[in-house]
């Protein structure tokens, strides 16, 4: 499901921190203009991913207590990119010690 996919992204990203609320089932529903029942199912995915929690009369937030669960995905996403960096260097004919270079560079510029 894109939805699902999209607010997974947005907080294993960061982009949605521990405590930041959701918008309703049906808001979301109306605002995408998708089912009610597509919704909840994702949020029912979610809160089983323990990425986000949902409080009767309170509504659904990111969840605090999968902290550790997160900076393991976030970092996977990382690495993921580093090594398309590293295959896309080869491609150049970089040697190892041309993309650390390259890469300290960039760090000291950050």
Known sequence: ??????IRQSILSGE?????SLPSIRQLAKDLQVSVITTKRVYEELEKE??????????????GANQDF??????????EKMLEVIRESRELGMSSQDVIHHLTLLVEEE
């Open 50 to 63: 323990k990425l986000i929690d949902s409080v009767v009369g309170k509504g659904s937030f990111v969840s």
């Open 70 to 79: 997160i900076r393991e995905r976030r970092m996977k996403q990382l690495e």
């Open 16 to 20: 949605l921190v521990a405590g930041d």
């Open 1 to 6: 499901m894109q939805i699902l996919t999209q």
